[in-house]
């Protein structure tokens, strides 16, 4: 099957580091990404990685790939509250599947 | 950027009636276009997929009669609710496939929200 999990709940202090997590299951996937999601809105792709890559930055977010457990993360650093949404893992294999989603959310 | 414009964002409708919702790629041709649904507090379930001048690959689970795809412009495709009841009611998103950018493979329309009383 194509499962992808996260875990449901993030709860961070705004200026925090937030690390949400995906497991997926199937190895030949070529991309892998995370978008967002806000209340009664569609997805907006932050960023994405490369199967072939270990480690992606950019500018507060930096997505880590462990591609042997099959386990991707996104790090927000400096967590704002503009940053509480819904986050999914998806990955792509002729179409995208998407994670359970993580709800963030930051605190004052 | 490639941007996918779908429409109507919101709809009420009364249990019975149709309810057609529209999926645009604005600035790029779209030869395959793919229908999600979401319930509240749910991830994203693939509906369907559909290609410019054929008919829907529908996934398993999902009734084809209930849910009528047509895609018969690279620009347009239409999802369209048959005889609409309370269990419909759901948030649908369309995306539509860019060959030109293979690093972002699928761009997202805004949703549509729709409400079966």
């Known amino acids: 099957g194509e499962d992808v999990e996260q875990s449901l709940f993030l709860s961070v202090r705004e200026g925090d580091s937030s690390v949400i997590n995906c497991t997926y299951t199937?190895?030949?996937?070529?991309?892998l990404y995370w978008y967002k999601q806000e209340p009664g809105a569609g997805l907006q792709l932050l960023t994405y990685i490369f199967s072939n890559m270990d480690m992606k930055q950019d500018q507060r977010l930096t997505v880590l790939l462990n591609k042997k457990d099959k386990h991707l993360s996104l790090r927000i650093a400096d967590t704002q509250t503009g940053d509480s949404a819904i986050y999914f893992c998806a990955e792509y294999l002729g179409k995208l599947t998407f994670g359970t989603g993580t709800r963030l959310q930051v605190t004052l | 950027g490639a941007v996918v414009s779908q429409h109507p964002s919101w709809v009420i409708c009364k249990s019975g009636t149709s309810v057609k919702i529209e999926c645009r790629s604005l600035d790029f041709q779209a030869t395959t276009m793919f229908w999600y649904r979401q319930f509240p507090k749910q991830s994203l379930m693939l509906m369907a997929t559909?290609?410019?001048?054929?008919?829907?690959?529908?996934e398993q689970g999902v009734e084809k009669d209930k849910f009528l795809i047509n895609h018969a412009s690279l620009t347009l495709s239409t999802l369209t609710v048959t005889s609409a009841h309370p269990e419909d009611s759901s948030f649908y998103i369309c995306?539509?496939?860019?060959?030109?950018?293979?690093?972002?493979?699928?761009?997202f329309g805004d949703g549509t929200r729709l409400s079966i009383l």
């Open positions: 559909s290609n410019e001048g054929s008919k829907a690959t529908y």
């Open positions: 995306s539509a496939r860019d060959p030109g950018a293979p690093n972002q493979p699928q761009h």
């Open positions: 199937d190895s030949s996937s070529t991309y």
